[in-house]
Each structure stands twice: as structure tokens, then as C-alpha cells.
């Protein structure tokens, strides 16, 4: 087999959300060249698929696209979306400075040089396949662009649900389907690498107390930002079961964060927020609605968090100082929440149209057996200078940043990435094989 030609960049950066398309733009604005490398089909992590964020309430999608696009423009930023990362060896003989990763990139079933992204071939595909870009809540077509605002603008071509029926391949004006495209092996080469893999939610389905996600109407954070979203999957809340207006909604806290059993045992630090800003935006969009709130500590630790805290109670979201022990399922497509008072006042039960589970935060991607970097016993990419470099890996020459490296917002990410980007450079600067 014939090997790929190496790509040359300064910098590699795995992982496209936000923490990688600062840290890329940082870089890149200062004339390094950056190859980013992404999983999923679109840059923009989990951010783009937010709906508004706290404590501004910013549209998310306003505010990240022109990241996005910035990354994607840039003279000195190349993207590699839907492209797995198979290896990244570092050469720590050279200064730490040789890295050199193997990547493969997925095949779209779509030229990315001749489509122009019309969607022609989406608006004529009679498959309907399940979308996940709307948390599973609605359908897209088994050829389309992942979302409205994705980048690049190329369609997949879901293979396993496609029936061949060659409708696509007919109606594209450039050619541009090829059903026998086959994966693409890539080499990259860099002098430094910054990792921004960010994170997930622990699977509902694993939670044998909430239902294993076969309750109705009980979904997580992030499907609920997809229901509030404007570009979301039925354009306003309603119950995913029955598409009734939800009259009351109750969100569940700390759900498998700071709980061993589940391997979760630190604060997840996004849910108390986001539960309130989602609370906020629900009682806008259904100003009837009781909103509930089951909690054992809030922790509102940024600036004007608390402010945000307590304009939420004062816009009449209920508190409630509860561990929620169970979920079942109740009448009429309600889900019945049981819960202990923290007060010691004893258990109760709720009956709410829709629930919300603030599921734990766990790493976007595991290094091993890929790259050798060290992680905490939380599981996260470990600093080997918490304090004073938290940027700083057990690797010289890679760096992390954003949620890869434990659960923070959106600020504490933008600031780690800047961060990272002049560890980076700074690097680079005084390792022989730097510019
Ligand atoms: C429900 C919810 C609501 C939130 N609301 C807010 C809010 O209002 N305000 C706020 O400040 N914060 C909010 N947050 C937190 C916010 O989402 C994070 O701060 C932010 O997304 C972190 O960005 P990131 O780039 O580090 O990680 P991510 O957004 O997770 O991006 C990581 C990227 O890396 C990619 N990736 C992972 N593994 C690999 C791999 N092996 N190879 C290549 N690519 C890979 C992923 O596909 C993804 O694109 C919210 C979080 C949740 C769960």
C-alpha cells in the first residue's frame, strides 16, 4: 500500500467546537498554520447546537457562526471534519516538537471539490431517518446537511438507511454523488498539538431510576436545548410524545453528577446554570407553565451568575431542595417525579408533563490507546501544572483546552483556549523546529 504524503501544519488541533476554533483562530491570526480535526460532520462542537447562553442570553448560533466561519475562511486554517483520528505519536526526542498523526476521513458518499450545496439531493430523498442533530426528537432525510448553519455546507449520504433508489445521483447538477467513495487515509505533521474533544452527557439509558430512557417525555439538557432552539425540531416546546404544551416541567439536578456509582463523582458545573437559563427561556416561550426545579446545591460560581440565580426566582421558577430518587412513568404521558426533601421533611411525589434530566459531564473522547497523554482520576486530560499552566499536558508540545480537560462554560473555555493557543506558540518559538 502506497503511504499518504504528510500535510504539514504548526499546529494540530482535535477537536472543531469552540475551544478548538479559538484556540485554531489565535493561532492562525498570528500566522501559524492549524489543521483542525473533527469527528462529526460539522465544526462548532456543542455550542452551535445550543440554543441561547447564560447569563446573556446571546443567541448561541449568532454568536458561534461567525467562529465557525472565521476558522473556516481563514488563510491559515484547515479543517478536516468527519475525519477519525487513528494515531498521534510525538517525538519527544526533538524538544516534544515532532507530532504526527494518522487520520482517516469518513466517506459523505458526496465530492466536497464539486458539490455547491444546494440540497437538491435532500429535498428529493423519500428516506426518513431518525435526526440526532435534533436529539433523535424529529426526522431528516437519509441524504442531507447535518444543519441549517453547519460548515462545511456538504450533505451525508447515511448508507445503511439509503435504498439505492439513484433519485440524488439524478436530480445533483454537478455529478457530485459517488455511492463507491471509500474512506481516505491521511497524514498530518505538526510541531504542536492542543486537544479540545470537549465533552458529553452521561446516557440516559444507562440510569435504571430515570426509566433507561423509555419514560416519554423525560429527555436531557441537551435535547431540551434543541426543543427551545429557533431552528429546533417542531419550532416551539412541546411534548415529544403527544406535541401537547407542556404545563408543567420539572428539571432534575446533579442526575448522576457528584455520584460515585456512577463514576461521576465531581460537580458537573454547567447544570445549575443552564437549568435556570433553559427554566428562563421556557417560562418566555410557555409564560403558564410550572417550572420546577429539584436540586441539592446551586452553584451559580461565575460573574452575574447569582444575579442570573436570582432573577429566575423571581420570575416565579420553583426551588426545590430535593434528590430525586426515581422517575416512573405516569398518566396521560406525565412522568412521576419521587423525591427526598433535603430539609428532612421525607419523600414526596410530582406528577410533570415533561421532564428534564441534568445528566452528568463526562470526556468527549478517551486519548487511549491513541496519544499518551495522562488523565485525571476524573478521567479528563490532567494538567501537570493545575494552578499555574492548566493548559499544560503530561506531554511536552500538546496542550489542552475547554471541556477535554474537565466540565466548564463557555467563558472559562474561550479564556483556557487563548491560553493554550500562546503556550502554544510560545512553544514554538523556542523549540529548534519551530518558525
Ligand atoms: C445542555 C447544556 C447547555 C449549556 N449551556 C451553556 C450556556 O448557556 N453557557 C455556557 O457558558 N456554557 C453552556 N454549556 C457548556 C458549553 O457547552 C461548553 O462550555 C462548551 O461546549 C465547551 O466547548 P468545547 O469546545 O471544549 O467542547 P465541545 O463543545 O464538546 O466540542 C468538542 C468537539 O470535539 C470533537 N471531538 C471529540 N472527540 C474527538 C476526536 N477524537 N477527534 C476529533 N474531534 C473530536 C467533538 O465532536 C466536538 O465538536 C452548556 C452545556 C450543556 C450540556
Redesign the pocket.
Known sequence: MVSPDIKKFDTLV????????QAALDLGDQGYTVAV????AS?????IR?S????TLDC?SCITTPKMSAAAHHENITLFTY???VSLDTDESANGSGINCRIIQRPRYVDPVKCIGCRQCEYICPVHVPDMEQGGLSAKRAISIPFSNAIPQLPILDIEHCMLCGQCEKVCPTNAIDYFQQPEDMMLSANTAIV??????LPVKTFVQYGNGSIPNVV???Q??RLLAPHGPYNRVIRPSDGMEPDSIAYVQCAGSRDKSHGVPYCSR??C??AI??AMLLSGSLPLADITIYYMDIRAF?KGYEQFYQNAKAMGIEFVKAKVARIDQGDNGSATVRYERQDGSGTASQDHDLVVL??G?VP??NPEP?CAVSKSTDHFITSIKPKISPVLTSINGVFV????AG???????ITE?GSAAMEAAKFMSNSPRGN
Request: include cysteine.
Open positions: 482535535v477537536g472543531g467546537g469552540i475551544a478548538g476554533l480535526v473533527e469527528k462529526d465544526i462548532g462542537g456543542k455550542m445550543l441561547k447562553v447564560f447569563p448561541a475525519c477519525d483520528l479540545t474533544t470537549g465533552f458529553e452527557l436531557d439538557a441537551l431540551m436545548e454547567v447544570c446554570m443552564y437559563k433553559q461565575g441534568s445528566m459531564v468527549g473522547w491513541i483546552a475547554g471541556a477535554a466540565p466548564k462554560d463557555i467563558v472559562d473555555t483556549s
